[in-house]
T-cell receptor, first 114, second 111 residues
Framework: EPEVTQTPSHQVTQMGQEVILRCVPI?????FYWYRQILGQKVEFLVS????????KSEIFDDQFSVERPDGSNFTLKIRSTKLEDSAMYFC????????????FGAGTRLSVL | RKEVEQDPGPFNVPEGATVAFNCTYS??????FFWYRQDCRKEPKLLMS???SGNEDGRFTAQLNRASQYISLLIRDSKLSDSATYLC????????????FGKGTRLSVIA
C-alpha cells in the first residue's frame, strides 16, 4: 500500500539551529501538507502546497518556516533558528484530489529542540 | 476561529462493550467530516469519512447532524485493538483545505 514517508524519525537540535524535515508524498498525489502536534495537544495545520506554491498557511507558519518541493518526489519543511517551543511531532500529509479531501499522513518526525 | 470539540475522555470499557463518542464543530461552512484514529506517538490514520446519511463500516457507525453541527462515532463489540485516541476532524470542501482536528478522545478497552 502506498504511503507517505518522512525522514528523519527523530531530530534533535540546539536552539537557534536550522532543521529540514523531509517528506516523500504518495506518488500520484497532488496536494501536500504539513501539520504539527505538540505533546499532549491537538494536531494543528501549518501549510498546504499545490502546483509548486503555498495554497494556504496558518498563523503558526511565520517567517521562521518555509516549504519547498526541490524535485519531483520530496517535499521539505525548513525551520530557521529553532526555538524550544518548536519541539513537536511534525506530520506530512498528501491527498490525491479535493473531492473528499482525504489526507494520508506520514509517520512523523519528532523534533526536539534543546 | 474554527474549532472542533470532543468528549474529554478517557473512556475505559470492557471488551465487547459498545462505546459512543461525540463531537461538535463551530464552522457551519464545514463540508467534509472524518474520524481518524491515533495510536500513542503515531500518525493519525483515517478510520472513516462521515456522510450526511450516516455510514457504517463493520463495527463502526458514524452519524452527522449538520443542523446541530454534531458528529458521532459508535463502536460495537469493542476489541483490545480498538484502544487508541479517536480524532474528530472537519474541513471545508473547497479544494485542498486544511483539516481541523479535535483534541481527541482516548479509549482503553480492557480484557
Amino acid at each position: 500500500e502506498p504511503e507517505v514517508t518522512q525522514t528523519p524519525s527523530h531530530q534533535v537540535t540546539q536552539m537557534g539551529q536550522e532543521v529540514i524535515l523531509r517528506c516523500v508524498p504518495i506518488s500520484n498525489h497532488l496536494y501536500f501538507y504539513w501539520y504539527r502536534q505538540i505533546l499532549g495537544q491537538k494536531v494543528e495545520f501549518l501549510v498546504s502546497f499545490y502546483n509548486n506554491e503555498i495554497s494556504e498557511k496558518s498563523e503558526i507558519f511565520d517567517d521562521q518556516f518555509s516549504v519547498e518541493r526541490p524535485d519531483g518526489s520530496n517535499f521539505t519543511l525548513k525551520i530557521r533558528s529553532t526555538k524550544l517551543e518548536d519541539s513537536a511531532m511534525y506530520f506530512c500529509a498528501s491527498s490525491i484530489d479535493s473531492s473528499e479531501n482525504i489526507q494520508y499522513f506520514g509517520a512523523g518526525t519528532r523534533l526536539s529542540v534543546l | 476561529r474554527k474549532e472542533v470539540e470532543q468528549d474529554p475522555g478517557p473512556f475505559n470499557v470492557p471488551e465487547g462493550a459498545t462505546v459512543a463518542f461525540n463531537c461538535t464543530y463551530s464552522n457551519s461552512a464545514s463540508q467534509s467530516f472524518f474520524w481518524y484514529r491515533q495510536d500513542c506517538r503515531k500518525e493519525p490514520k483515517l478510520l472513516m469519512s462521515v456522510y450526511s446519511s450516516g455510514n457504517e463500516d463493520g463495527r463502526f457507525t458514524a452519524q452527522l447532524n449538520r443542523a446541530s453541527q454534531y458528529i458521532s462515532l459508535l463502536i460495537r463489540d469493542s476489541k483490545l485493538s480498538d484502544s487508541a485516541t479517536y480524532l474528530c476532524v472537519v474541513s471545508d470542501f473547497s479544494g485542498n483545505t486544511p483539516l481541523v482536528f479535535g483534541k481527541g478522545t482516548r479509549l482503553s478497552v480492557i480484557a
